[in-house]
């Protein structure tokens, strides 16, 4: 199954990037789809998540209020909206389908990965 992410890129602090997540029909439409960040030296860690309808999210505190999640379910694509970005968010950006219709919190509840795309914040 292959999950395609884009959108990262290099951005200054306070500003915006949207990521984009394309997954294939038969592995997307009835399931949750999340978001992680692995930085540098670090463990990947959980960003948000959505459910298949599009009608719940969930967010990391660190992201709250700054980074929106949605799905546009008749294009099968997942969006992460990042907003005052700081320096702390630079890390590659996974996004992943989920074992159900809902979602997770943690990696094992996600069972197709994408490739990853690399957030770049600079102070």
């Known amino acids: 199954v292959q999950l395609q992410a884009s959108g990262g890129g290099l951005v200054q602090t306070g500003g915006s990037l949207r990521l984009s997540c394309s997954a294939p029909?038969?592995?997307?439409?009835?399931?949750?789809v999340g978001w992680f960040r692995r930085a540098p030296g670090k463990e990947r860690e959980f960003v948000a998540a959505?459910?298949?309808?599009?009608?719940?999210?969930n967010y990391a505190d660190a992201v709250k209020g700054r980074f929106t999640i949605s799905r546009n379910r008749g294009s099968y694509t997942v969006y992460l909206q990042m907003n005052s970005l700081k320096p702390e968010d630079t890390a590659v950006y996974y996004c992943?389908?989920?074992?159900?219709?809902?979602?997770?919190?943690?990696?094992?509840?996600?069972?197709?990965w994408g490739q990853g795309t690399l957030v770049t914040v600079s102070s």
């Open positions: 992943a389908v989920a074992r159900g219709s809902g979602f997770a919190t943690f990696s094992s509840g996600y069972n197709y």
């Open positions: 029909k038969r592995t997307s439409s009835n399931n949750g």
């Open positions: 959505i459910n298949w309808s599009g009608t719940s999210t």
